[in-house]
Every structure is written in C-alpha cells, then in structure tokens.
C-alpha cells in the first residue's frame, strides 16, 4: 500500500478522532466524581454538636449511623445560614436519655427523645432520628423566610424498655426509716429510733433514738471506797446523719451510715454499802437484791449528758420497692452514767420508705 496514500479527508484527521476518543474516554472515567461531587453540592449544611458522657461512642460513630441510614448532610461553615442540630446524652439511674433538638434558621426549635439501657443503644436511635429529619427537611429556607415545620418523628424505644415505666431522673431516694433496736442479748427490744434523710449523692438527714439504759455495778466508786449501785432509765441521742447506699439509694442492698451528735440520760436507783468483798457481790436478775448488802439502799439519781459517735452497717431487701426491710448492726461511742467514756452494740431492724 502506498503510505502516501489518503482516504480523501484532510489532512491530521486521524489526530483528531483519536482526541476525541481520549476525551470520551475521561468524560466517561469522571463520571463517578462527577455524581459525588453533585451528591454533596446536594446535601443539606447543618450546623452540629454533641454531648455524651465518658465511655460512649464518639460523635464521628453517631454521623457514620445517619449517613448510613440514608441522611445526606456537610457541616455548615462557620458563619453560613444553615440549620443547627444538637445531641445530648445523659446518664441517668435507668440507663442513658439521649435527645436530638432541631432549630431551624428562623429559631423554631423540636426536640426528640429516646430512653435506652445501654449508650451505644441510645447512639445509633438517634442517629436514625437524624436520618429522618435530614430527608423530610425542605430546601434550606433564606434568613428572611421561615423554615417549614419538621414532620415530627416517632419516639423510638428499644425492646428491652418499650413497655416499662416512663424514665425518671429525679433522685427520689431518700425517705424516712423507723427502727427498732436490741442492746442486749434478748428478745426483749431496748429502744428504738426514727431517722429522716434528704435525697442526693451523700444523703444527710437527722436520727432521733430512745433506748433504756440499765446501771447494775457492784463496784461503783464512792472515793475512796466502793458501793453497790443499780437503777433503770432511759436515754436519748439526738444526731446528724451522713448516709451511703442501703436502704436509701435504688438497687443497693448494703450501705452504710455515719452519726454524731449528743447522748443524755436520767437513771433512777440506788447504792448500798457493802457489807462484803465487793468482788463477791451478784445481782439476782437485775433487781436491788444483793447477798453482800443489806438495808432498802440509799436512793440515787444520776444524770449525763456526751457527745456521740456512732457507725452503723445495713443489709436490706428489695431496694427496689416503695418500703423496705433492713437489717443493721450499730457500733456507739459515748460517756455513761460514770462519767466514763464506752462503746456498746446493737442490733437494729426497721423499716425504710421514701417520701419525696
């Protein structure tokens, strides 16, 4: 074949087709930038913040699930009229309450909310309540034309809490508890005791107690000889409380309970001479019968008045229910009726409700 020789087009024709193709062919190669590129020129700006405790998911795992679920959407720049939504998560006693608020342009602002057991749980609802909103909303209205109303979305639960009781953060644990107390071996109660604590994360509150106090000393100290003494009274301690866990807080079963405050009592009885080794001398159950003393006694009284420090750890049962059961055991640290200071038990039982 002649090279000179043409097909009857001009001359560089070849050049061209060949150019033409390589255009078709970068057209063709773009196309899948180009489709992107106009996606994103399509999606609504929306100014965004979020809010969650430590340990939940981070703010990119919240956008992945809208963008995932269908929501098209860029962050707005700084300055730029745009919508502006909002996620707050907030642990609470039942698990975690999350919320999505909507404002749009003009300030019309709505609010959703979701009530979950676990935060990832509460995460990825309102990720696709986020979905929801960025595919009903409107073109983005200019800042003199008010934005159309959002359709309002559905509250979404999760299966675990669909059908349980409506979230509650109040911190409803405090309350009122009466006790009865037991000083001594014996099924006999020696006092008892009411106490009221304020809700809150250390609960304070008061405790007022009433228990009987027995004096049965065969050698009690009349400088520089000893006497017997016996008598019966009642003392009472009146005193602040600062309280952690049982019985008050919600799904603890032990707890402990610290108090201060003042101790006094009257006791009436009396003393006798010993008429034999003081180390001989016995009671006879209490009573002002003695087989080293003789005579009716001399009548006493004595009075006191100390500071106390007191502990007390409780166990109860079914902290979840309005009333509840405990059972504690209290370690006391006062002055007594020699003027000595001395610690002393007791086992307690009482009851516990909140009432506020």
Same mark, same amino acid.
């Given at each position: ?6 097909? #009857? ?195 304070? #509150? ?19 000889t000893y006497v017997l003494a016996a008598g019966h009274g009642a003392s009472t301690r ?30 009436? #009885? ?52 309005p009333v509840r059961p405990f059972l504690a055991l209290t370690l006391l640290w006062s ?22």
């Amino acid at each position: 074949m002649n090279p000179d020789a043409t097909d #009857g087009r001009a001359p560089g024709h070849s050049r061209w087709v060949k150019a033409r193709g390589l255009a078709a062919a970068v057209a063709v190669a773009s196309m899948p930038l180009v489709s992107r590129t106009a996606e994103a020129a399509d999606a609504e700006a929306i100014h965004f913040h979020y809010s969650a405790p430590p340990g939940c998911p981070a703010e990119e795992e919240l956008l992945s699930v809208a963008s995932d679920m269908g929501g098209a959407f860029r962050l707005a720049a700084s300055g730029e009229p745009a919508r502006t939504l909002g996620v707050v998560i907030e642990k609470t006693e039942r698990g975690f309450s999350g919320s999505l608020s909507v404002r749009s342009v003009a300030g019309d602002e709505r609010v959703r909310t979701v009530t979950c057991g676990r935060c990832d749980s509460a995460v990825r609802a309102l990720g696709l309540i986020m979905a929801m909103a960025l595919e009903d909303a409107q073109p983005a209205p200019s800042v003199e034309e008010p934005s159309p109303s959002i359709p309002e979305p559905p509250t979404i639960e999760p299966p675990d809490r669909a059908h349980g009781p409506p979230p509650d953060s109040r911190d409803d644990s405090g309350g009122i508890a009466a006790t009865v107390l037991w000083g001594s071996f014996g099924w006999t109660p020696t006092g008892a005791g009411v106490m009221a604590v304020a809700p809150g994360a250390t609960r304070l #509150g008061g405790v007022l107690a009433v228990t009987s106090v027995n004096v049965d000393d065969p050698r009690y100290q009349v400088s520089p000889t000893y006497v017997l003494a016996a008598g019966h009274g009642a003392s009472t301690r009146l005193g602040a409380v600062a309280a952690w866990g049982a019985p008050w807080a919600r799904d603890e079963w032990a707890g402990f309970m610290a108090e201060a405050g003042v101790r006094g009592g009257v006791v009436n #009885g009396a003393v006798w001479p010993l008429t034999g080794s003081g180390d001989s001398c016995s009671s006879m159950n209490g009573q002002s019968s003695y087989s080293c003393t003789s005579g009716p006694g001399t009548p006493r009284t004595w009075r006191f008045v100390s500071p106390y420090l007191a502990g007390t750890v409780v166990v109860q049962v079914a902290p979840r229910l309005p009333v509840r059961p405990f059972l504690a055991l209290t370690l006391l640290w006062s002055g007594d009726y020699r003027g000595n200071s001395a610690a002393s038990f007791s086992l307690d039982a009482g009851i516990a409700w909140r009432s506020w």
